[in-house]
């Protein structure tokens, strides 16, 4: 019996030795799961660190193994070189108002664009786009293109310039002209086209008085997300409008919110305009009163300034501040020893393209 009892042990010890034989195929198959699995995870390894190789010189100086171990946002674009550096240009990150639109003019025109947009500096939208690495801010378009791109004029000279933009309306141009004609000053007036069309009389009382005219674009398009043929289209069709009227074609161009982007600066060089922003923001499209309207240009004015300040507006906007502030601001400029030109003569370029 106790035989028997071993011959059955040795025959189930080697029954389980053929199990195993058994088994071996999946330990193969899992190992063959491992090793694919481990190959992928290399891959990916592989392609991360490509990818932070790829990334890393470019966002940073740091070395590429700095980079692949590290998750680094990507740092700003380089700094100028100091004789690159802008000089402050604070108005110039401001947003023009959004001032518009009446009558038949209006058809034409967006939306005004306080309603529309909110009040963000163009700087800072400028800004936001320069951190992908490839635009230009307002600011460093200045510097770039000296020549084409103007914010104010000499320092050297005790002299400024009003401008007033988004006319011409039956509200608040005649009573502009008004006062600029009672205290003997002459003044730059940026139209718009679809404007301009609709009040072909106030445009020629606006030569008539001896101020010089502007292109605002046809119907204040934001023009930095214009193509070249559109932001050609609202710059000729203004100045065609304009040119019936006034007798020249504009040289100078102010573009709604001061906003442009390079390639159309390089059309404007091309075609010979001079793309003029400023350097004093009156802020009078906020509806301010008269007072605040003063304090704001007295507080930025100096020589050469070039200085903002509108003519036109939505129908919700109260332009009375502007037209009240131009008397004493004229009357303590005067006194601070401060003459006012147009454009064309604070910056000694010709009116006509
Ligand atoms: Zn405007």
Redesign the pocket.
């Known amino acids: 019996m106790i035989k028997w009892l071993w011959f059955f042990a040795i025959v189930c010890i080697l029954v389980s030795g053929c199990g195993i034989s058994q088994k071996k195929p999946d330990h193969d198959r899992r190992y063959t799961q491992d090793s694919d699995g481990h190959e992928l995870e290399l891959k990916n390894e592989q392609k991360a660190a490509s990818s932070n190789l790829e990334n890393g010189p470019r966002s940073d100086n740091t070395p590429s193994t700095t980079s692949i171990l590290e998750s680094k946002p990507a740092s700003p674009e380089p700094s100028a070189s100091p004789a690159d550096q802008p000089e402050p240009t604070p108005t110039s990150a401001t947003p023009?108002?959004?001032?518009?639109r009446k009558g038949n003019a209006r058809k034409a025109m967006p939306q005004p664009?306080a309603a529309k947009k909110p009040a963000v500096p163009v700087q800072q939208v400028q800004g936001q786009k320069q951190s992908s690495g490839r635009k230009l801010t307002l600011s460093q378009l200045v510097v770039k293109y000296p020549d084409t791109f103007k914010l104010r004029g000499s320092s050297q000279e005790k002299k400024v310039a009003l401008t007033f933009?988004?006319g011409p309306d039956t509200r608040f141009t005649p009573k502009v002209l008004d006062a600029l004609k009672a205290n003997q000053v002459k003044a730059t007036f940026?139209l718009?086209g679809a404007k301009a069309s609709a009040h072909p009389d106030i445009v020629k009382r606006i030569v008539r008085e001896g101020h010089v005219i502007g292109n605002?674009t046809y119907s204040?398009a934001n023009l930095p997300g214009l193509t070249v043929d559109k932001f050609q289209k609202q710059i000729e069709s203004a100045e065609n409008v304009l040119q019936s009227m006034i007798g020249y074609a504009p040289k100078l161009i102010?573009p709604?919110?001061g906003a442009i982007n390079e390639e159309q600066v390089k059309w404007v060089a091309d075609h010979h305009y001079l793309i003029v922003n400023w350097n004093v923001d009156s802020l009078d499209w906020k509806s301010l009163k008269s007072e605040q309207v003063l304090q704001n240009i007295m507080q930025q004015a100096k020589p050469g300034s070039i200085i903002l300040q509108?003519s036109g507006g939505a129908d919700s906007q109260d332009l009375s501040g502007t037209v009240l502030a131009i008397s004493p601001l004229v009357s303590k400029l005067k006194a601070a020893g401060y003459t006012f030109v147009t454009v064309p003569e604070l910056l000694h370029v010709t009116k006509s393209k």
Do not use: A, G, K
């Not at 023009?96 to 518009?100: A, E, G, N, Q, R």
């Open positions: 023009v108002p959004s001032p518009i664009e933009d988004d940026f718009l605002h204040h102010r709604p919110y509108h």
